[in-house]
Each structure stands twice: as structure tokens, then as C-alpha cells.
């Protein structure tokens, strides 16, 4: 049997000053749902939803995280990495949303947050990573305004505590996801399908963004920023219809926060979108523009892959389209390269072409961090005990690649947070694909560096190496 070597893969060149780092989130990882005096989240209660999550799986445990949480900074220290983007769970700090707070959940992200210093690696904190406290979701959650007001005094409070320590913070992460797969399509909590609802909740996320810059600014926390997911959108054909479908897709996904963020107006297509929508929904309240678009230090971008949209009939309910409202497009993946077990296509120049298109047409962005970029395979762990993620080790490379060239060209990208650090709980898909440079063995919770997190280790290496630069 003739065995092939695989070609050594090349290190990509960033600038000097470039961050590297690994992301998670809490609900994905931490587990010990019900310890310390947690409340209750909206992932909690979907999760007991018959038929919402495969194969009924709840984040109750998920990596442990919670109790292991000091093995898993010895996995970032090693790594290398400059810094650490997790997630805080709201209803940790506020188990019912507002009302008490509770100190063993503050107390925990303290201690997080120190260790990580002390290893050298440096905190960048999400506020809101979807686990909002049921008892808000029962007031009404995202559709009311209240939650926003909720949400800013929720991060003020952190950002009193940790803001001399917390060098990055995110206030949402993808509210397109929050709204429209939350209370649009109901695939992601609370899980409800309420059409146009969903556009009530994007406002009133945003606004609670607003309220919360506000908030962490009066709290004198350091660099501001929000994660969004804006998606790279192809038309299925270049038909005129197609090329239609592809700009209302935009608005639902792009437009509805950049342009409110960045370019201080409400999404530009709208009313070609949603051929309804009243002139004035009663949701935007005068000031809520200026509010919303406050200037940022960064955006947090997450890309994964890029969507194929085709034109399709209005308010038909087609549970296989992606789309989350009744604009007329249905999504799909192309076909033509190879797919993750997410199903998903891996398409690295789709990222040049995302990140070069949002600073052509937002003239304010701010510098960009890729705060999400990871596939999940068919992991195996293999006879010597190793996990030989070659497929994960190929994308993670071509991205990275591609990032580097991106920058060559001009677009301001600061930093790289691989997702993710560990397996962990992927949403509604439950424990089956596997995202983690580490990798978790869910019946002892034991991690096992992959191939890739050794790559990405080298390449910290040698970034320091070629710069000089000591973490
Ligand atoms: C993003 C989420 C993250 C993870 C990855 C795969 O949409 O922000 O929590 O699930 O996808």
C-alpha cells in the first residue's frame, strides 16, 4: 500500500499587531445550568421542547465547562492565543433578567476573566450569545422594548465589575439569528414563527446595542463592538428575478443592521422587501437611529459560507427554504465544492468578496475582527489517540490564506478568533457536529487537541516569530 504524504502547508503572513484568538459561548459550553443560583434561559426551555433540539439534547452539562474551566485556559495558554472570546449568560448575573443580582455569577466570570490574564490571554466578552432569561422571554423577550432597557443595565453591571480587565466586548452576537430564526422560522429559541414579529425583535435588539454602548461607555469599559453575520449572497441564476430575491435576502440579513449601524438610516430596500411594511412600524421611536449607530471601535464579523438565493413565491410556507420572512427568496447551498457536515459549502474567496463589498459600501465600518470562522467535520479519533482533522486543518488554512491576501489589499481586519475552541453544543443540531480545534469526549468530557489546533498553534508561533513580538 502506498501511503501519500500530505503537502506542508504554508503559514499565511499577517501584519505585526494582528490578534489571534479562539471563541465559545456559554451556553454551548458551560453546562451546570441549574448551579450557583443560574436562572432559567430561552435554550433551556426550547431545549425541553419535544422535536425542537436532535436527539432531545440540552447544553444541562455540555462541556462542563462550568467546573473545567481551568484546564481549558491551559488550552488557550498553550494555543498561544492573544485573546478569548466567550460569552457571558445573562441569566447567571440576573437569573430572572432584572431584580437581584446574583454574586456567584458575577463572581464566576471574575475569576475567568483573571485566570485568563494570568495566562496571558486576554478576555473579549460577549453580552448577549441568545440565552435571554426566560422570565424576560415570558414578558414579552425581544418583541418589547423593555428587554433592551433590561439588557443595558445587565451590561453596565458587568462592565462595572470587569471593565478595567475586559479588553474586547461584543454586546450581541448575530441578532440576525436572535430575530429571525428565533421568533421568524422558530428554528433557533424562543421558537416561535411570528412573520413580521421578527422584524419588532431586530429593532429592539438594536436598541438594546444601543442602550448597552451607552452603558459600558458610562462604565468606561475599553474597546465597543457588536458580532453580526453578514451573509455573501450569489443569485442562483442571473436571471432578473433571481438578482431581485438576492437583494431582498440582503436586506433581511445585511442591511436591516448595517445600515442602521453604519450608515444612520433604516434598511434601504425596505419597502421593496416587505411590500407591506407600514411607513412608520410603531416599534421605531424617534432618536432611535442616533442611538443605534453610536460609534464603535470594531465590528465583529462571523463567516462560515457563503448562501445561494433564488427568487421564490411570497408567503408560502416552504419549511425547506431558509428564508426567515415573507420576502420571496429561498436559500440554498451551492453544490459545486465540498461541503461541511453542516452541509455547508467551503468557499474561502467568498470571505474576500463579503469583507471588500461591506467597506466598499459602509464607508463607516469600523476595523473588522473575524470574531467566528471554523468548520465542523466527521471528526475520528484514530488509533494513536490523535484526532487528524486534515479537512478542518485544509479550511482553517484557506481562510486564513485568504484573510491575509484580503488585508494585502487594504480592508482594515485586526484580528481572527477561530471557532471554536471546544466541540460543544451546536444549537438545534445538539452534539453531532463537531466544531472544536479541541476536541470533547461527551461521556467523560475529557479534550484532545486536534491536528488543527497544533496548525493554528504554529502559525500564532511563527506570526510571533516573523514579528518579534512576545505574547
Ligand atoms: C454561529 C454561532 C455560534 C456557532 C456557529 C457555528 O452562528 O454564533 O454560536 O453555533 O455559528
Not at 175 to 199: I, K, M, N, Q, T
Not at 204 to 217: E, F, K, W
Not at 340 to 355: E, Y
Not at 367 to 395: C, K, L, Q, W
Amino acid at each position: 500500500m502506498t501511503t501519500t504524504t500530505p503537502r506542508p502547508r504554508t503559514f499565511p503572513r499577517f501584519p505585526a499587531g494582528f490578534r489571534f484568538g479562539a471563541a465559545t459561548a456559554a451556553y454551548q459550553i458551560e453546562g451546570a445550568h441549574a448551579e450557583d443560583g443560574r436562572g432559567p434561559s430561552i435554550w433551556d426551555t426550547y431545549c425541553r421542547t419535544p422535536g425542537k433540539v436532535a436527539e432531545g439534547a440540552t447544553g444541562d452539562v455540555a462541556c462542563d465547562h462550568y467546573h473545567r474551566w481551568p484546564e481549558d485556559i491551559g488550552l488557550l495558554r498553550d494555543l498561544g492565543v492573544d485573546s478569548y472570546r466567550f460569552s457571558i449568560a445573562w441569566p447567571r448575573v440576573r437569573p430572572l433578567g432584572d431584580g437581584p443580582l446574583n454574586p456567584a455569577g458575577l463572581d464566576f466570570y471574575e475569576r475567568l476573566v483573571d485566570a485568563l490574564l494570568e495566562a496571558g490571554v486576554s478576555p473579549s466578552a460577549t453580552l448577549y450569545h441568545w440565552d435571554l432569561p426566560q422570565a424576560l422571554e415570558d414578558r414579552g423577550g425581544w418583541r418589547v422594548r423593555e428587554t433592551a432597557e433590561r439588557f443595558a443595565e445587565y451590561a453596565g453591571t458587568v462592565a462595572e465589575r470587569l471593565g478595567d480587565r475586559v479588553e474586547r466586548w461584543m454586546t450581541l452576537n448575530e441578532p440576525y439569528c436572535s430575530a429571525f430564526l428565533g421568533y421568524g422560522l422558530g428554528r433557533h429559541a424562543p421558537g416561535v414563527r411570528e412573520g413580521r414579529g421578527a422584524l419588532a425583535a431586530a429593532h429592539h435588539l438594536l436598541v438594546g446595542h444601543g442602550l448597552a454602548v451607552r452603558a459600558l461607555r458610562a462604565a468606561g469599559a475599553r474597546e465597543i463592538g457588536i458580532t453580526l453575520n453578514p451573509d455573501l449572497l450569489l443569485p442562483a441564476t442571473d436571471s432578473p428575478a433571481d438578482i431581485a430575491a438576492v437583494r431582498r435576502a440582503r436586506t433581511v440579513h445585511n442591511d436591516v443592521w448595517l445600515d442602521p449601524l453604519f450608515a444612520g438610516r433604516y434598511p434601504l430596500h425596505e419597502r421593496e422587501t416587505w411590500e407591506t411594511l407600514a411607513e412608520d412600524p410603531p416599534y421605531r421611536l424617534d432618536g432611535d437611529l442616533e442611538l443605534i449607530g453610536a460609534p464603535l471601535d470594531f465590528v465583529g464579523i462571523n463567516y462560515y459560507r457563503p448562501v445561494t438565493v433564488r427568487d421564490a413565491p411570497r408567503n408560502e410556507p416552504d419549511p425547506a427554504a431558509r428564508t426567515a420572512v415573507d420576502i420571496g427568496a429561498a436559500e440554498s447551498w451551492r453544490t459545486d465544492v465540498r461541503h461541511t457536515t453542516m452541509g455547508w459549502p467551503v468557499v474561502p474567496g467568498a470571505l474576500t468578496d463579503l469583507l471588500t463589498g461591506l467597506s466598499r459600501d459602509y464607508p463607516g465600518l469600523p476595523p473588522i475582527f473575524i470574531t467566528e470562522n471554523g468548520s465542523s467535520e466527521a471528526d475520528e479519533v484514530s488509533a494513536d489517540g490523535a484526532v487528524h482533522d486534515e479537512e478542518r486543518v485544509a479550511y482553517l488554512h484557506d481562510h486564513l490564506h485568504t484573510l491575509a491576501d484580503t488585508i494585502a489589499a487594504g480592508v482594515d481586519v485586526r484580528g481572527y478568533f477561530v471557532w471554536s475552541l471546544l466541540d460543544n453544543f451546536e444549537w438545534a443540531f445538539g452534539y453531532d457536529r463537531r466544531f472544536g480545534v479541541v476536541r470533547v469526549d461527551y461521556d467523560t468530557l475529557e479534550r484532545t487537541p486536534k491536528d488543527s489546533y497544533h496548525w493554528y498553534r504554529k502559525l500564532i508561533a511563527e506570526h510571533r516569530a516573523a514579528h518579534g513580538s512576545a505574547r
